[in-house]
């Protein structure tokens, strides 16, 4: 899917509500583009830490971002709620990119869409790690069908 | 009610869930400080809004802050959920006094709790104004009984 | 002083300029009030790491926020620059009241001023501990004259 | 230039420094993956704004966000200052696509660097309109020599 085309709510295999917030709005009255991403980490991190499968306070494995990107297509404004889609577009052997939709209310298609990569390192030597197991067990129900899955990369 | 005895959930008269983020959480594991407020406003202005009250995109009669204060009880915690409990302490002639309590979870004991005053000024000369009614009588449901409401203030 | 009294820049003993964010103004085209509170616990943990005497990341002494509170005067707006000043009003034996004024570039009196209070804890245990004597040093310069410095509280 | 590829201080054209914020930091000691967008609107509003070619709260034309992207290739941390350079690698009829780097202090090397995509638009309508020929004057400085400025984009 080429990043320029609107998915839609059934594209991700999970959703989350997030509530907006007073301070999202900028001076245009809509939720600046800065907090999009704010949106894009919270759907991956409350995933991963409702799954048990990342600790951040604690675990030896910690995502790290390497990079994320957002297109922008329709104003989100406080105070609605922002659904999150998420889904896995590829699993690497120590990186994993995550697709974020992001969903006013009811709609059906997204108001914005982008990616968010992790790479997993150890939490002192801040190396790349081998994903742990539980967590690319926890990812796979969330891995678009024709993805790379490859161990390699 | 002094500022350090913990207030409880039926303290307030209007609750609203509000979603944590993983960027709330700062390097000790914990909502920092700030944060709190950006839910102080939010529970405020969405229950404005959602009344009908004030529109922050075209009404004349704006809510500017002119304090705010909080007291931490216990921390927060990105992933879980905040309720925040509002009431309102004072109906001034041009101002409001808000209290806000923030709950973990189920948490029936606050974990925070503070105070955030209004005053409502005309959008274009930025002077106070006199209390629009819809937006009294909006506010008169989550007014503390015992409560100063004189139009004098 | 009263804290509707407005302060001056020499009521400050130490002053870090902060500048302003696109994202920190709110749909009115001013400084969102939360955003007031990241000025002040940035002017607060800037001078503790810059003197050495708090290290987020290992040290085993931590502060934790307590308490904050803030009067707003006048608006603060992106793109200006704002000077934060701070003292210290009572170096407790467990905990700092800081007091802090913000001012726009180079005016003299206060935009905004309040408190943050830290209490210093153990970062396991998170009970209070005795300031550490750098610590104490390293504030005794920002001690308002007729502050408490009694080491009871 | 790859965006896989650091780039360099002298890269850019156009330079300011934004002090980070102890909320910027997250739970892992480094600033959020989330803020560095903040300094990108920072760098590229401030430069608007200064030059006089925008005006958020009264202007006709405003820039509207369509995408924005980073690469992360080593952490910024509070208390650290950070330099943002700033170029245009695309002045088109309606839109500019800006790209940022992101220096940790003194250093040569980006330790960040995305683009921002600003399309500009009439306030009421937010249809896209043709730069303002003053907006295009104030970026030329800044742009790309290689860079692509065909008038039909």
Not at 15 to 42: A, C, E, Q
Not at 73 to 82: K, N
């Amino acid at each position: 899917m080429s990043s320029h085309t609107r998915s839609t709510r059934q594209d991700y295999f999970h959703h989350l509500p997030i509530t907006t917030r007073w301070m999202d709005n900028d001076v245009y009255g809509h939720v600046n583009n800065v907090v999009y991403y704010s949106y894009f980490d919270t759907v991956v991190n409350t995933y991963l830490i409702g799954h048990g499968v990342i600790d951040p306070s604690r675990g030896q494995t910690i995502g790290l971002v390497i990079e994320t990107q957002c297109n922008y297509f329709a104003p989100l404004s406080f105070p609605h709620t922002v659904v999150a889609g998420l889904r896995v577009a590829r699993l690497g052997s120590a990186s994993v990119r995550y697709e974020v939709g992001l969903f006013r209310g009811e709609e059906e298609i997204a108001a914005a869409q982008g990616h968010f990569v992790h790479v997993y390192v150890d939490r002192d030597s801040r190396r790349p790690v081998p994903l742990p197991p539980a967590l690319r067990a926890a990812l796979l129900p969330l891995l678009v069908p024709q993805a790379h899955t490859g161990t390699a990369g």
